[in-house]
Every structure is written in structure tokens, then in C-alpha cells.
């Protein structure tokens, strides 16, 4: 057994994930989670409208670093054994590379910041649509502060990945014009024309929260109509509102109205009645690409 990290900065949060691996008797493999830590380090309001990180929220981000290296030490989580990546507000921070370099100098952490295609990879990498039935086509929709990632599956085969700038800060920054939106339209309608059966599997901190309200059964899907309902239903409330009747954080409650809109947008456009929801996440797509790479190392060692 050992343990793999995963850090991902992403425009609207920061998450430490701690896993175990636990290899099986069937030749699979386990990835237990120890921790995940969550930290609303909100850099795309910074990014998406003045195009660099303030000095206040560098400030923050050395300090949840600092945090997740002590973390890591408690844990027995060695750097080698760690992977942090950096998504949509790093990727468009004019003062990026001089924070990740004072982070590495510091902390000792790497972080890599990765193209949206790469996250699209990531995220895919938890193969989920293996455990699913084979007749269907699948779409990957992942929906963050920044950027949505779009990956299509159809009988076994990759067929498209593609990142899109409308994410859920850059809708609550108003940093969407409707040409961002005609393009993703038309993409979707003919990337995705000709296949029936199409079903989505949605990953984000939103629509797990979604899931989450819903209180539906772990592995059952969400409706269209349901996330329709709910956009119309939350977007008629405030998000003082919105903490207290549904009791999100805060920093959830302003961007779950606009992840909806793309959810229900993607969904639509490709002619899609519903979405599974497993839990999965860039920081699970780090470590198990993580796992990959050691295991590789030592087979070729």
C-alpha cells in the first residue's frame, strides 16, 4: 500500500486530496480517499477581470501551500509522491510563473499549470464510462470557475475533448459574450450529431452539491428537467438567500446558479436527458495518473 496527493488550484478553489492505494485480489486497484481539504481561494474574481492575482490572494495561496505541506508531512506523504496542478485562472494570471516559483522555493511543491485539454485527459482518466453500459455514447461535462471541459465517448473510442473559456466566474464576472456561447452551441450540436442514446457524466463541485440536495441514490442520474428546475428555483433567490434555505457556503451559492445554466445548456444542445454524477474530480485524475507514472517507473527500472 501507499499513500499519493493531488493538489488543484483551480479558479474558484483549491483542493488537497489524500488517497490510499490498495491493490485487490482481481488485479484492480483501490484509491481510498484519507482527506480532501478545500480551500475557496476564489482566483478567477482577481484573473477574469484585471488579469493577475492581487498581492491579498497570493497572500492566501502561500498560506494554504504552507497548510498542505504540513499536511502532507503529517500524513507520510512524500513530494515524490505528489502531483499539484494549476487550471483556467493560473493559465491566464499575467504574475503566474513568479507565484509558482515562490511556491516551489518555499514549499517545495511543483505545481504544473495544465492546458484545458490536459484536464480533460485527467478527468477522463477515472474511467468511469468503463464501469457503464457499452451501447450508449457518453459525454464527460466538467464545469469550473473558468473553463468547461467537454469530453465525448462513443462505442470504446475517445471521438472529441475540448476546453470552452465560459465557466462560472467568468458568467457571475459577465466575461461571457454570446458568440462564447454560439460557439459552444454549434460545436456540441455537430460534434455529438448522430448519436442517440447520449448520456452525460457530470464532475465539479456543483453538480455534486446538486446531487447532494437532490438526495438521490449514490449511482442514479439527475433528470434535464430536474437541473432545469433548480436553475429557475435557486436563480429566484438571492445568495444570502440561497446560504440560508439551502444552507451552501457562500462561495458556493453565487456560482451554483451559473454552472446550472452551462449544465443545462451542454445537456440540451447535445440532446441529453440525464447525468450520472460519480464524485469524481481533477485531483482523482491526478493521482491515479500519478499511480500510472510510479508504476511505470518501476516496472522500467
Known amino acids: 500500500m501507499m499513500r499519493l496527493a493531488a493538489i488543484d488550484i ?86 503566474s510563473k513568479e507565484i509558482i516559483e515562490m511556491v516551489k522555493e518555499k514549499t517545495g511543491i511543483q505545481i504544473e499549470v495544465i492546458s484545458g485539454d490536459t484536464e480533460a485527459t485527467l478527468i477522463y482518466e477515472n474511467h468511469i464510462a468503463e464501469n457503464l453500459e457499452t451501447g450508449h455514447a457518453y459525454l464527460y ?50 460534434a455529438t450529431k448522430g448519436f442517440d442514446d447520449i448520456i452525460a457524466i457530470g464532475s465539479g463541485g456543483n453538480i455534486n452539491k446538486i446531487f447532494s440536495i437532490s438526495k438521490k441514490k449514490e449511482g442514479k442520474p439527475l433528470q434535464l428537467d430536474l437541473l432545469k428546475d433548480y436553475y429557475k428555483e435557486f436563480n429566484a433567490f438571492s445568495v444570502a438567500d440561497r446560504v440560508r434555505i439551502y444552507h451552501l457556503r457562500e462561495d458556493r451559492a453565487d456560482v451554483i446558479v451559473p454552472a446550472l445554466q452551462i449544465y443545462v445548456n451542454v445537456m440540451r444542445w447535445a440532446d441529453i436527458d440525464e447525468i450520472f454524477v460519480p464524485k469524481i474530480g481533477l485531483a482523482d485524475g491526478l493521482v491515479q495518473h500519478l499511480y500510472e507514472e510510479l508504476k511505470n517507473q518501476v516496472v522500467s527500472s
Do not use: C
Open 141 to 190: 461535462i466538467d464545469v469550473g470557475g473558468g473553463s468547461t471541459e467537454l469530453t465525448f465517448f462513443a462505442e470504446g473510442k475517445l471521438v472529441f475533448k475540448r476546453s470552452f473559456n465560459i465557466g462560472t466566474i467568468r458568467l457571475l464576472k459577465k466575461q461571457v459574450e454570446e458568440d462564447h456561447w454560439d460557439e459552444l452551441k454549434e460545436y456540441i450540436k455537430k
Open 10 to 95: 483551480g479558479s474558484n478553489a483549491a483542493r488537497l486530496l489524500i488517497s490510499e492505494v490498495i491493490p485487490t485480489d482481481n488485479f484492480q486497484t483501490q484509491f481510498q480517499k484519507i482527506n480532501l481539504v478545500r480551500v475557496p481561494l476564489r482566483l478567477g474574481f482577481d484573473v477574469f477581470e484585471y488579469g493577475r492575482i492581487s498581492d491579498a490572494k497570493v497572500n492566501m495561496i502561500m498560506s494554504t501551500m504552507y497548510a498542505y505541506r504540513n499536511l502532507l508531512d503529517a500524513y507520510g506523504v512524500p513530494l515524490s509522491h505528489l502531483k499539484a496542478a494549476a487550471t483556467s485562472a493560473m493559465r491566464d494570471a499575467a504574475n
